[in-house]
């Protein structure tokens, strides 16, 4: 049997294959980031359909940090209940899941937050509207929320955490010198930058103990002008691994870098699939710690290769689970055709109308011809 489909832990956290539902966010929470009926249904058909390890849209962590509307959240303990519904549903199915816990900084929107977006420095040219730059209070304060966060996400029976700190993120932003620009101790060299990833590892293993797997997915580089380098990158991983991290997820790119769109859309050859992986390479010389590697995967052969050659040790994909929650049960059964994924980033139209996260073309597809059915 192909070592995809075989069994494996990350820190007691035992996963049926090494397929990852990467973060996607769905945008089928409640008003206030509560847990809603069609956010568990999504969950647990993931969970029917067999992906080893679900990872939850981005969660933010505290009011400030919210990206975007209809974001799922863990900032508030009357939350819990709402959440442990849904975990308990996707454990009934079969399924594992971990929550990232998210902080959106500058691409918090003034208009959902009702605050100047939070950053990591405040500088000419960053943004025409204001900026709070943190102050080391500031800073304590959003360890301690990532760390009630994590917290809350025991209580409400989510197997793990991740840390999100990717696509320019506001910790993200703490390791990248376009967004960093401190004069403290947060900023300057790559110690300093993953200062604050640290102090939140260390908060969340003292809420959660040692023996609760604790992700985080960080970007590969930031591919901006001055932005995060792939060496930087190993070198925070290392820290984080050495402190007790349990795995890494690695993407790359931020939201203004083009990197999230050109290199996603239209992937229909193998060729175009796996685009971090001379990243993962790097990652993979420099620890061994598991690497689960996300980026435009949709071959069961390519999966296939980037498990057997060592580049990574779990597969993680987003958008060809919108189409398709049972994909890795299709493979399994004996249907390797790649994912039916066009890559054509349509299926955050409807989010951002409120409907929630869909494969526009798969709904299309559902649809009589109007023209036969009027013949």
């Known amino acids: 049997m192909s070592r995809l489909f075989e069994a494996t832990e990350i820190n007691g956290m035992r996963l049926a294959n090494r397929f990852v539902r990467s973060a996607t966010w769905e945008g089928l ?35 400030e940090g919210q990206a975007g509307p209809w974001q799922l959240g863990l900032h508030r303990d009357g ?20 929550a990232q816990l998210a902080h959106a900084g500058h691409f918090a929107p003034k208009a959902l937050t009702g605050q ?12 025409d509207s204001p900026r709070h730059e943190l102050t080391r209070d500031d800073i304590h304060k959003l ?41 403290d101790d947060y900023g300057g060299t790559i110690e300093n930058r993953a200062r604050v990833h640290l102090e939140v590892l260390n908060a969340i293993r003292g809420v959660v103990g040692k ?32 402190a007790g991290l349990d795995a890494v997820e690695l993407s790359g790119g931020t939201l203004t870098s083009g990197k999230l769109s050109p290199s996603r859309v239209g992937i229909n050859r193998e060729d175009k699939e796996a685009y971090f992986r001379e990243a993962a390479a790097a990652y993979k010389k420099a620890m061994d710690l598991p690497l689960i590697l996300v980026g435009g995967m949709r071959s069961l052969n390519v999966a296939r290769q980037t498990i057997a050659s060592g580049t990574a040790d779990y597969i993680s994909m987003c958008r060809p689970f919108i189409r398709e929650p049972g994909l890795i049960k299709r493979w399994q059964s004996g249907d390797t055709t790649p994912a039916r994924c066009k890559s054509d980033n349509l299926c955050f139209g409807p989010a951002m109308k409120g409907q929630g996260i869909l494969c526009v073309v798969e709904e299309s597809e559902k649809k009589p011809d109007k023209n036969v059915s009027q013949k």
């Not at 980031?33 to 962590?61: C, D, S």
């Not at 917290?151 to 010198?177: E, K, T």
């Not at 070198?235 to 984080?240: H, S």
């Open 29 to 63: 929470a409640a008003d206030d980031g509560a847990v809603t009926p069609k956010l568990t249904q999504t969950m647990t058909a993931l969970a029917e359909g067999g992906v080893g390890l679900i990872i939850t849209g981005h969660a933010y962590v505290s009011p």
């Open 79 to 98: 939350l819990v209940a709402g959440l442990k519904s849904m975990c308990d549903a996707v454990h009934q199915a079969g399924g594992k899941i971990v």
């Open 116 to 127: 100047a977006p939070h950053v990591v420095s405040n500088f000419k040219g960053l943004s």
């Open 143 to 183: 360890v301690q929320a990532f760390a009630d966060a994590a917290g809350r996400a025991r209580a409400a029976g989510f197997d793990g955490v991740q840390i999100h700190s990717a696509h320019g993120y506001l910790l993200s932003q703490f390791l990248s010198p376009a967004y960093n620009r401190r004069e």
């Open 211 to 242: 023996a609760y797997p604790v992700l985080i997915k960080i970007n590969s580089e930031d591919c901006i002008e001055n932005g995060l380098s792939v060496e930087d990158s190993v070198a925070a991983a290392t820290l984080l691994a050495e």
